[in-house]
């Protein structure tokens, strides 16, 4: 417990000398991929094993509650599969682009990596992110409510480019792109977000795509759902419609009270969640904190968030701490003095088209409750007056 000065008790004296300052280390190469700390031992992703039949079409979530800043490393970035992972060879992968084009092209990776390059930092979220939230609070976790988010830098090719170098017909107004694991995972995509900002990368925070996340080569499509930006690229056909895959019609879908289901919903709306304190990470007594949180939006640039200690009965706005990018997450923090009375911790974001992050009352007489996809509702975490922390949600 910090006293007046800011001080702990037990920091009067000297630090202790401990054995690791009176030894030689281990040299270097010791490691020749760097790990870790042995101490971090339990920041790994997690699944939950009732949620899918197996892991080969599962999910498994990023730790958002042990991450700092807004990049998540490699090791930790969420999984997602619909066939297992496959193990890609390189140098025989390719590329094949055709359909409505004047040039059809197959590419090997050199051909990919010789075309002009960029780099940009964009979140990925799945639209089940938060989805078994929609009947009730189900986990008492944010890394299981929230952890199918992740932000990197990527780098690879403008998709723009692509289909610049193979020419696209006069009718050409959609694509498909086709994934090289055991699903074929496809999906349909208008022409002019292709032509916007997407990318065909084969980096991730600056080395290779590890093959969870699509090795040796993915598309990112900044700011839509996390499917449509697939792994193991193999294939793009251009088109003049969309080809009704089974990803966009069984699945990925939003059922609506009346039973029927929207589809081609591939924008993420703003959405925010406060990171600490959490159920992983609850509070060690009463005195000052600093409440912290991640924002994001498919819609550009976070603007602002609020956050309220008290349900949502008043608000104050909360710092956003750079940079802040578009569609990549937004680190936002404000400070608290917590009085060790219990309380209700909510963050609200604002995106700079003006959208307000809503209440799941509010989401849920649109929705209903048998959707799956989609919750971008403000998170409601009791604080409790030990200073736990459990997942409710507010009537």
């Given amino acids: 417990m910090l006293d007046s000065t800011g ?81 890609v060879e390189a140098d025989k992968h390719r590329l094949m682009i055709h359909g409505l084009v004047d040039r059809p092209i197959i590419l090997t990776m050199k051909d990919i990596m010789r075309f002009p390059s960029t780099s940009r930092i964009h979140f990925i979220e799945c639209p089940a992110n938060g989805g078994m939230e929609w009947r009730g609070a189900q986990l008492n976790s944010l890394q299981f409510t929230h952890g199918m988010v992740s932000c990197a830098e990527w780098t690879g090719v403008k998709l723009s480019t692509l289909l610049e170098e193979v020419g696209l017909k006069k009718d050409a107004k959609w694509i498909l792109v086709e994934g090289a694991d055991g699903a074929h995972m496809a999906r349909s995509l208008p022409l002019d977000k292709c032509l916007d900002d997407c990318l065909v990368v084969y980096a991730q925070n600056g080395e290779a795509l590890r ?78 904190y600093e409440i912290r949180g991640l924002a994001w939006t498919g819609n550009g640039r976070i603007k602002e968030v609020h956050v309220s200690t008290d349900g949502g009965a008043n608000w104050r706005q909360a710092e956003l701490k750079e940079p802040v990018l578009s569609k990549a997450l937004t680190r936002f923090t404000i400070p608290w003095r917590w009085d060790g009375k219990p309380a209700f911790l909510e963050s609200r974001a604002v995106d700079e088209t003006g959208f307000v992050q809503p209440t799941l009352a509010a989401l849920r007489k649109v929705r209903g409750t048998s959707s799956v996809y989609h919750n971008n509702s403000i998170q409601t975490w009791q604080v409790k007056p030990d200073g736990s922390v459990y997942d409710v949600q507010l009537g």
């Fill in 211 to 288: 093959p969870e996340q699509g090795y040796p080569l993915r598309l990112i499509v900044p700011g839509w759902e996390g499917n449509v930006s697939v792994k193991w690229l193999r294939r793009i056909k251009v088109g003049d419609k969309p080809w009704y895959t089974r990803e966009e019609t069984s699945k990925y879908t939003d059922l609506m009270p009346d039973g029927k289901s929207r589809g081609f919903t591939w924008l993420i709306d703003a959405k925010s969640v406060i990171t600490f304190p959490c159920p992983e990470v609850p509070l060690s007594g009463p005195g000052l």
């Fill in 7 to 87: 001080a702990r008790a037990d920091d009067a004296a000297p630090p202790a000398e401990n054995e690791w300052s009176q030894s030689i280390g281990a040299g270097v190469v010791d490691q020749p991929y760097g790990k870790p700390s042995p101490e971090q031992a339990g920041v790994i992703r997690r699944n939950v094993p009732w949620l899918t039949a197996g892991t080969e079409s599962s999910i498994s979530f990023s730790p958002l509650q042990s991450l700092h800043g807004i990049i998540t490393p490699n090791s930790l970035f969420f999984e997602r599969y619909h066939a297992g992972r496959p193990d």
